[in-house]
């Protein structure tokens, strides 16, 4: 069998989703015959459909889709990944890839609570040249898929079980939430003084007005913008004084669109500096009215 389309079966039999790339690239492969047209969108772990994508392009790349508990660490220089193994010793027998490029793709888990807390971005970690990747967010290129540069993808220590990847220490994934006096807790992040079932309707009430700021803000147009930001940040960080959103949550969903909009990094920043010390508080809270 194709040892790509044969390396694409094993990990959708893993629970991976799974898509073509383009043959010796990483770009997702088009193929709107059987439905994969928009990349990790349409990664499926259906392996009759796998098996007649790689039919059609039997030198297709594999990408695969880590899921929402997976962390992947994706690295370029080895010292990179000497300084996480220094940082957690008991990553060193973790499912570890060598890239096409000669870098490194290191998997881990999330503990509950951190892989929706966390985004898979560039250059995570204060002075590491390390991307998050995975998150059931972004796709990775997998072995034995081969780089534009010619150089073919290897498992270095295989992945088997995606259950039984190790967790990475609590130094480690502190380095992720820098802003944070303290890292969250292992488990789901639970409010100050309010019951269980309330506490979930809160968080879940408090993430869905993030997003849905975040889609505001991304959208405001010039002239307002700044004071669009001010608005929305106030409103939210009274969920963060509440307990129910954390303050990496809101910096990292209400900036990133407000950057998107066009205002500055500083100007951003500054605003969140700002409201820092503010103590915003909700003068209607929904879930606590109901009955």
Known sequence: MNALLEAALRYAALGLPTFPLRPGRKEPLVLP????????????????????????????????????EVLVFDGDDPQAL??????SPNLVGAPRAK??????????????????????????????????????RSYLVAPPSRHPSGGSYSWEVPLSELKALPLPSGPLLG???PSRTQTPSPEA???????????????????????ARAERMRSTLPGSRHSELVRHAVALWAWVREGLLLEDEVVKGLGTAALDSGL????VAAVFSWVRGTHPVRT????????
């Open 99 to 136: 890239t096409g490029s000669g870098g490194f793709h290191l998997w881990t888990r999330t503990p509950p609570g951190y892989g929706s807390l966390l985004s898979a971005r560039a250059r995570a970690i204060p002075g590491l040249a390390v991307d998050l990747r995975g998150l059931g």
């Open 284 to 291: 209607r809270v929904p879930w606590r009215e109901e009955g």
């Open 189 to 211: 992040p639970k409010a100050r003084g309010t019951p269980e079932a309330p506490r979930s309707r809160g968080r879940a009430y408090a993430l869905a007005e993030l997003r």
């Open 175 to 177: 380095l992720l939430f």
């Open 33 to 68: 015959e059987l439905g994969f047209l928009r990349g990790l969108k349409d990664a499926t772990t259906d392996p009759k459909r796998l098996e007649r994508a790689w039919k059609l392009v039997p030198e297709a790349n594999v990408g695969v889709v880590p899921p929402e």
């Open 264 to 267: 500055p990094e500083r100007e």
């Open 82 to 87: 000497q300084s996480l193994l220094l940082l």
